[in-house]
């Protein structure tokens, strides 16, 4: 089965990375429920039973210093003139300047006052790393910038929780999915990367169950009116990468759920026309279910799988209906899509719808240059061609 991923930074040497628990306990994450739930099912979100966590496009990110023009009201003299003189030295290409004077700034930036940051002083501080971090992985160290964001991480952590705002505390959320992002890389213990993933589903958890207008109530996404700070992709990314965890590491009693509850943030049910993104990516988490669960086949996981990959094509199909332009993770689900559907038909002994399916995944591969499923795709051609007397 083919599950497509973004890409990923090149293994590195082992070196430990800087991961700290802080002032906070973290617990192994846990779910109750079958291990095959049934397909479609709608689980409301409730403290015991499921986690949610938050990592949009714009939860981490802080603003692009080049183009971010009001930066210097947001920082003490103290912290402005080094920010400068890294903003300068990044236009004029000089990285390492960029990076020597961004690192000034923040060592100098937490030793101040909160309150000469105004409001939301740990937004203000931390994004001074966050932008640093950022550099440091796109110039190829993702380990120093893991024990960057882990220090920011801290910084929010060890504050007093009743100081923190409610996009102070997405950005604790948010550092800690990008910390569990590059836990690969930086040879991070399995049992560290899990505690890290799941401190982020449960403080997002946590922060969604503080904005329920009535606290009797149990906490339900589809009732609940978000602040314009936090968005359906805040509340579901992490979801789907702890997901993506557990099943990496083979705990599918544990991804399904979460791949299930992600499908049904996405996609709801109760007549509200998704976007056709989002319908991609819940398409794109079907399909994840399927991979998972036709590891082991057996004829019920089999028929199980089927289910989830009809319903993602199904929902590619929909979506692609309703826009003029192609989207990326419509055309990157669909290659996985169709490539696990001709995998299911093998699997069942139906060689000729197999085939039909492997050719079809090679041709959208091959359309939007995903050169996994072009390899994948060939591959299962030749495979089945040869079967041929």
């Not at 940051?117 to 994004?127: A, D, N, Q, S, V």
Request: aromatic share 8%; charged share 25%.
């Amino acid at each position: 089965m083919l599950r497509l991923r973004a890409p990923r930074w090149r293994p590195l040497p082992r070196r430990p990375c800087a991961f700290e628990a802080g002032r906070q306990s973290l617990r192994p994450f846990s779910t109750e429920g079958p291990s095959l739930p049934p397909p479609g099912a709608r689980n409301t979100v409730r403290i015991a039973t499921a986690c949610l966590g938050a990592l949009g496009a714009g939860a981490l990110a802080y603003a692009g210093w080049d183009a971010y023009t009001n930066w210097r009201d947001l920082y003490p003299v103290e912290v402005r003139v080094d920010l400068k003189l890294g903003i300068g030295a990044k236009n004029k290409g000089d990285s390492e300047g960029s990076a020597y004077y961004k690192r000034k700034a923040w060592d100098t930036a937490i030793t101040l006052p909160l309150e000469v940051f105004k409001t939301e002083p740990y937004l203000r501080i931390t994004g001074i790393a966050v932008d640093l971090a950022g550099e440091l992985e796109e110039d190829g160290k993702p380990q120093d910038a893991f024990e960057l964001y882990s220090d920011a991480l801290n910084l929010i952590r060890n504050a007093s929780p009743e100081r923190l705002s409610g996009r102070e505390r997405l950005r604790a959320v948010s550092l800690a999915v990008k910390l569990g992002q590059l836990a690969e890389p930086c040879a991070l213990p399995v049992e560290d990367e899990e505690k890290i993933r799941v401190f982020a589903v449960e403080e997002t958890l946590k922060l969604l169950m503080d904005l329920r207008p009535d606290e009797s109530q149990p906490l339900d996404f589809f009732k609940l009116k978000l602040p314009n700070w936090l968005s359906k992709t805040d509340v579901g990314v992490p979801l789907q990468e702890l997901g993506d965890f557990y099943g990496r590491v083979g705990k599918l009693e544990y991804a399904i759920p979460l791949y299930i509850q992600g499908i049904s943030l996405l996609v709801p049910q109760d007549g509200v026309k998704a976007q056709p993104e989002d319908m991609c990516q819940a398409a794109h988490l079907m399909n994840n279910i399927a991979e998972l669960v036709v590891r082991n086949p057996t004829v019920e996981r089999q028929e199980y799988a089927q289910t989830w990959a009809q319903k993602s094509l199904g929902l590619l199909q929909a979506a692609r209906k309703d826009t003029k332009e192609p989207i990326p993770v419509c055309e990157v689900a669909l290659c996985a899509a169709l490539f696990n559907a001709g995998m299911l038909r093998e699997l069942a002994g139906d060689d000729e719808r197999a085939l039909s399916f492997f050719k079809a995944a090679f041709q959208q591969s091959k359309s939007f240059a995903v050169e996994e499923g072009v390899a994948a795709a060939k591959d299962a051609i030749e495979r089945l061609n040869a079967k041929q007397p």
